[in-house]
């Protein structure tokens, strides 16, 4: 969002004003970070085989990325994804691991998946889907 006093900027419509920022800008301001001894490492979250080339493709590159946040599941394995950070040594971190409610055929109660997972979330006392 453009920066200013204003938490949501928005123009004379109620549509909210955006910046543009490029990432690569943002991850010089990152490697000053690790350069002080601020973080261990950097990574970056939803960032597809692309973006990741950006970066490691940047002139003057100190880090590269160390992982890769993304949604990643049975029903979304990403595996052209996954193949592309192996190859890069970048450490791809799973979120939703499960599955995620997004797509209703995710949740189809039949599934045997989910048939297992609401067993062993019954046996443990947790509601399932």
Same mark, same amino acid.
């Given at each position: 969002? =453009?920066?200013?006093?204003?938490?949501?900027p =928005?123009?004379?419509?109620?549509e909210?004003?955006l910046?543009?920022?490029?990432?690569?800008?943002?991850?010089?301001?990152?490697?000053?970070? =690790?350069?002080?001894?601020?973080?261990?490492?950097?990574?970056?979250?939803?960032?597809?085989?692309?973006?990741?080339?950006?970066?490691?493709? =940047?002139?003057?590159?100190?880090?590269?990325?160390?992982?890769?946040?993304?949604?990643?599941?049975?029903?979304?394995?990403?595996?052209?994804?996954?193949?592309?950070?192996?190859?890069?040594?970048?450490?791809?971190?799973?979120?939703?691991?499960?599955?995620?409610?997004?797509?209703?055929?995710?949740?189809?109660?039949?599934?045997?998946?989910?048939?297992?997972?609401?067993?062993?979330?019954?046996?443990?006392?947790?509601?399932?889907?």
């Open positions: 969002m =453009k920066p200013g006093e204003e938490l949501v =928005k123009d004379a419509n109620g909210i004003i910046d543009t920022v490029d990432f690569r800008d943002t991850w010089e301001a990152l490697e000053k970070c =690790k350069d002080a001894r601020l973080t261990k490492s950097i990574g970056v979250s939803n960032f597809n085989h692309k973006q990741l080339e950006m970066i490691l493709n =940047k002139p003057g590159l100190k880090y590269k990325t160390v992982c890769n946040q993304v949604e990643c599941h049975p029903y979304l394995n990403q595996s052209k994804l996954l193949e592309f950070c192996n190859t890069k040594d970048i450490v791809v971190v799973a979120y939703s691991a499960l599955g995620s409610h997004r797509d209703p055929k995710w949740v189809e109660r039949e599934r045997t998946s989910l048939r297992v997972l609401n067993f062993v979330a019954s046996r443990s006392g947790f509601a399932s889907f």
